[in-house]
Structure formats: C-alpha cells, structure tokens
C-alpha cells in the first residue's frame, strides 16, 4: 500500500499537473462564484461557508478522476491490477493519494478564501482545522471508489459527479452547517452531531470502499 | 408461458384493477371532505400511497444489489433493476402529487422541508442508478457497478435522512404526530388511506412481477442470440 501510494506521490511531485489543476478551478471557482454573489450585498458573508465548500467539492471531484485516468493511459492499471495485494489496499492507498492531493490544495485554497472574505486569519484556520480534513476524507473515499466506477462507464467526466454528490449529501450538508457556525464563533458542542455526522460517513464509505473497490476494478 | 402462469397473472391483474377502483371510489365520492383543507386534501391518500412503494423499492434494491456481489446470481441483479424502475416511477408520482397539494395547502410548489429535500435526493440517486447502467461499456459490467451503487445508496439513506432533518423541517405528521394523535379525525379518512395504500401497493407487486419476467426474458433473448451468433 505504501508504494502505490509513494509512486502516486512521486509522479505528483514530478509532474505537479492534478495539484496545479485542483489549485487553480478551485481559485477560478472562488472568483466565478463571487461573482454569482455580489460582493457589496450585505448576505454576501453569509455565503462564505457554501462558496469555499462548491469550490472545493467541484475541483476536487473533477482533480479526483485525473488520478485513475492516469493509470488507464499506459494501461497501467492492469499491472496494478496484477499486483499480488488486495484489491481493498488498493483503494486504501488509491483514497490516501486522494486525500494528500486534496488536503494540499486546501492549503492554498483556504488562505486564499480567507483572503477573499476578509476573515481573521489565524482565528479561521483555528476554527477551520478539523472539519476540512475530516470532511475532505469522506469525500476521497467516496470519490476514489465512484471514481473507479464511472471509469468503466461511456461518459466518465459526468458520471462521476452524477453518481457521487447525492450520496456525498450528509458529508456537504455537515460541512457548510459546521463552517457557517464555526465561522460566526459558535462553540464547538453546538456542531458536535455534524462532527458526528461527518465522522460516521468517512468511517462508512472507507469500509464500503474496501469491500466494494474489488467488484468495481474486475475486468 | 405455462397455463398456470397465465391465470395467476389474471388473478393479480383483477385484484389490482378492483382495488384500485374502490379505493378511487373511497378517495373520489365516500370520503368526507377535510374541515380545514377542502377537496384538495383527497389527493394525500393517492400522496401518502406512494410512499411505501418507493422505500419498499428502494429497500429491495439495497439488498438484491448485497446478494447480486456475493452470489453473483443473475436473478438479484433482474429484481434489483426492476426494483429502481419502478422505485423511481413511484417516487416520481409521490413527489409530483405532493407538489400539486402543497400549491394551495402551503402556497409554493417546493419547500426544503427534510422529507422534500430527503426525496429529491433519493431521486437523484436512483436516476443515476439506472443511467449507470444504461451507460457501462459492458452490460455485466454494468449490473456490478449498478450494484455497489445500490448498496452505497441504502447503506447513505440513514446519514442523508439525519442530516437532513438536522438541516431544516416543516412537513404535517400526517398519520401519527408526536403527541399520539392523528390528522385523520373521520374513520373514513382513515379506511380511505388504508384501501389506497393497499392498492397501490398491490399495483406495484404485480409491475414488479411483470418487469423482473421482462428483464429475464430479455437475459434469455441476449444469452440465445450470442449462443446463435457464435455458432454460425
């Protein structure tokens, strides 16, 4: 597991093309949508959390598929494929590249959110440090495993989204319910069931994926 | 086809077709009108029916798609696909004839209320079921697939409800509120909803039965056709 995942890491890091990708529709997707919503309108702050959510959730799911497709392009999957581990290690690790590559355009798109809104800055990232891992999981675990899948269909680009973000509703729903709270300084207990929330759904679609990827990758 | 076949598909089509003309005539003309609602409120017995065809649907999805991975059976995938069909179909009409009572009742077409919102999304879910299916580069291939989303979607339904309901919430109990009471004061009311919800229930048995025969027959037509195929 920690091959596939060191390899992936690699080509990433030697080539940079998903990560550039994912940073910059994320950023392109801050600015699109400040535009849907007008800056001087008095509820644009009450957009926040939703804006930095749509632009996560859009770039990652179309940076996701980059990560399977690559391995379609020399047929490379097949010799994953032939690999003697077990095809649920392979989504393991398949979901820990994801959730990496996720986690580091975050890095850059949360500051850069901050920036756009006007927040506080260290007092953000502080409220902000839990839910964006945690929900960023569950969504690399749902995406890898239904990235997969829409892999063996005509039109991959769309399925993916079609066939994800209804399943992935209690994941956003938590996330922009905890941002919006976290964000006007709720204290933490009063978000403490969408923690939960978010929690149960990571854990479910990680053991889901582990059972489930064996069926999706058989040729 | 053999003979017995026959006469028990006419039986079940005579049963669905006399159930459902008392139960219009109950929903039409024996039922008294709603004290607060009017003749608007007759279309909830037609709204609520829907219901436990669509989560009985979607429940039998959930589980044939589990048997279909681990059996590899033909005949769960058929019952599940039949399932989703007909599952949406229902949810369809459950939401089209709740659109068209909350018009006047709630005065807008849609609400986010969590049972809407709780709907809509197992909608989405279906509907990209069979759009997986009807797009996978290969047919079997495309029955597992369906399949690990059949499971994704049952064992999702739980965490979408809660967050949903965590979300926001306006929908009438209807049957029974919390506090024990019903919003069906007439017994009337009460016999009306039982006769539609075992019509429409029994209406989507017999669819049921016909569209998992359906899906055989065309498994036959496919497995026949290839075996014609290779052998010339």
Redesign the interface.
Known sequence: MLAILWKDLLVELRTKETLASLFLLGTLLLLVLSFAFDPSHPLHEASAPGVLWVAIIFSGTIGINRTLLRERENDCFAGLLLAPIDRGTLFLAKAAVNFILLTVSEMFLVPLFIFFFNLPFLATIARLILIVPLTTLGFAA?AT??SA?SL????REI?LP??M???A??LF??AV?TTTALLSATPLDQVS??FK?TV??DV??LV?GWL?FE??V?E | MSREGTQSDNIAAAAVAISMLVALYFVLIAVPNDAYQGPVQRIFYIHLSMWLPTFAAFGIVGVSSMLFLWRRDRRWDHLATSSAELGLLFCTLGLATGCIWAKPIWGTWWTWDPRLTLTLVLWMIYAAYLLLRSLATNPDQGAVLAAILGVSGVVDLYLVNRAVYWWRGIHPAVVVNKGGGSGLQDPMMRITLGLCMLAFFLLFSWLLRLRVRTARIEDDIDRLRHEVLSAV
Do not use: D, E, G
Not at chain 1, 152 to 155: F, I, L, S, Y
């Open positions: 749902i495993l239904f899948v063996q269909t005509r039109a399925m079609l066939l973000l209804p399943l509703t209690p729903l938590a319910q069931h969408w929330l149960t759904f479910l679609f889901v489930t069926y999706a058989a």
